[in-house]
């Protein structure tokens, strides 16, 4: 069975930096693109990055470029999302998603396994 679980998150100032990690169990990930999802109270869920297996492919939205850089380790399962700057935008439930089946990074369907969130609250 495969599992996600994020950690990392928290309650920072806008400015601050904060590292989320996610780790996979039950089964590897390196041929699958990983991505990172956001999901702010009363909004629909969004993607923020994602990563190719060989981490050579990265892609981020508009909203946290420059901002926000995703990397994994393939030897350890895991991928991470180093988010700089933060702005109380940001707010929001951050998910990890694995197991890409097509389509868009950015759609939530295009991912088979998820995991159950980390809060990250970023106060003015």
């Known amino acids: 069975q495969v599992q996600l679980m994020e950690s990392g998150g928290g309650s920072v100032q806008a400015g601050q930096s904060l590292t989320l990690s996610c780790v996979v169990t039950?089964?590897?990930?390196?041929?699958?693109?990983m991505a990172w999802f956001r999901q702010a109270p009363g909004k629909e869920r969004e993607g923020v990055a994602s990563?190719?297996?060989?981490?050579?492919?990265?892609y981020y939205a508009d909203s946290v470029k420059g901002r926000f850089t995703i990397s994994r380790d393939n030897a350890k399962n895991m991928v991470y999302l180093q988010m700089n700057s933060l702005k109380p935008d940001d707010t929001a439930m951050y998910f990890c998603?694995?197991?890409?089946?097509?389509?868009?990074?950015?759609?939530?369907?295009?991912?088979?396994?998820w995991g159950q969130g980390t809060q990250v609250t970023v106060s003015s």
């Open positions: 998603a694995a197991g890409w089946m097509g389509g868009s990074w950015a759609v939530v369907g295009s991912y088979k396994y």
């Open positions: 039950g089964d590897t990930m390196l041929s699958s693109y």
């Open positions: 990563i190719s297996p060989s981490r050579s492919v990265t």
